[in-house]
């Protein structure tokens, strides 16, 4: 899992600089994590999401960003609670969930926004 600083954000998400409309940079849909390390609940989310990255290896990307560290990215999004997730479709507008969401949630949010799958 890739931790995003603004400048890989723009390379690999959205170059939010250049761009009013959102345009994704990516090859993969992913999801990005907001998160900071003295956040509870952001800690509970960790590890799960280092499970669906093994688990969806090749069909989606798990990026980070920590809130505290990238506070323009947090702002671009309006970040106001952490954790909060950014799923992002390769087409579409990306989707934001907020708080510590079960591993199932977020299974089946990846396969409905990310991977189309309705099943």
Not at 47 to 70: H, M
């Amino acid at each position: 899992m890739e931790h995003l600083t603004k400048q890989t954000f723009i390379d690999k998400v959205f170059n939010f600089e250049a761009n009013k409309e959102w345009k994704f940079k990516g090859e993969l849909p992913c999801l990005i994590d907001f998160y900071a390390d003295w956040c509870g609940p952001c800690k509970m989310v960790a590890p799960i999401l280092e499970e669906l990255s093994k688990e969806f290896e090749g069909k989606i990307n798990i990026y980070k960003i920590d809130t505290g560290e990238q506070q323009e990215l947090a702002s671009v999004f309006g970040i106001r609670s952490i954790p909060s997730l950014l799923f992002v479709p390769l087409e579409g507008q990306p989707q934001m969930a907020m708080g510590a969401l079960p591993k199932q949630s977020l299974q089946s949010a990846i396969n409905e926004i990310l991977l189309n799958n309705k099943s």
